[in-house]
């Protein structure tokens, strides 16, 4: 049997700030990134983990835009 999931007000609402918020965050890091000087100056573990959280929330967006 299949079941259709029935998105209420607030679910869409919830994933619609999620959404935003990533966009936010991914756009901050790019920035970031994009930016010599940080990327110079910054410790390297810093930077490493500054490019793992942009993939992974650049994934979880991705996800979050297909259902």
Do not use: F
């Amino acid at each position: 049997l299949y079941y259709e999931k029935v998105i209420t007000e607030e679910e869409r609402l919830l994933k619609e700030k999620q959404i935003n918020t990533l966009k936010a965050n991914i756009e901050r890091r790019t920035k970031l990134l994009n930016n010599p000087g940080y990327v110079n100056k910054a410790p390297k573990e810093l930077v490493e983990s500054e490019k793992t959280k942009l993939a992974e929330e650049k994934d979880l967006l991705a996800s979050l835009m297909q259902e």
